[in-house]
């Protein structure tokens, strides 16, 4: 069964991850998107299906690099803190935990937003 394409495996380990992690309008989930030429974030609230904030590399000059990552981490966690989301779960989209993903959550956490954290009861 070695004869799916990259896309297709990066599709399926997204459906699983998509099981286990839903957001909500207290704790959105952090959508990563990491392409060739650009990085994208999103804080999505699935219950009613709508994205309450978003922020991507397009039109930046450096966009593409961990470096750009750290920025936009930085730019979500502004973003998602004017439209009132204080905690998120991540959402790593298929991609690996790893280099720009893990620099955008990072930076994220460090700016003010609850990645990963456990839920307060």
């Known amino acids: ?3 799916e ?3 297709e495996k990066r599709a399926s380990r997204h459906r699983r991850v998509r099981r ?3 957001g909500s309008a207290e704790r959105p989930r952090m ?3 990491v392409s060739c030429k650009h990085m994208y974030v999103q804080f ?3 219950n009613k299906g709508a994205t309450l904030a978003s922020v ?3 039109g930046a000059e450096n966009k593409n690099n961990v470096a ?3 920025e936009l981490g930085r730019r979500a966690a502004e973003v998602a803190l004017k439209a009132g989301i204080k905690s998120a779960v991540v959402d790593r989209g298929g991609f690996t935990f ?3 993903v893990k620099a955008i959550v990072d930076a994220a956490g460090a700016a003010g937003i609850a990645v990963g954290a456990k839920k307060e009861k």
């Open 98 to 100: 790893h280099g720009r």
């Open 31 to 33: 959508s990563v998107m």
């Open 1 to 3: 069964m070695g004869s």
């Open 56 to 58: 991507s590399t397009l």
């Open 44 to 46: 999505v609230d699935d």
């Open 20 to 22: 286990k992690v839903s």
């Open 68 to 70: 750009a990552a750290r």
């Open 5 to 7: 394409s990259r896309k």
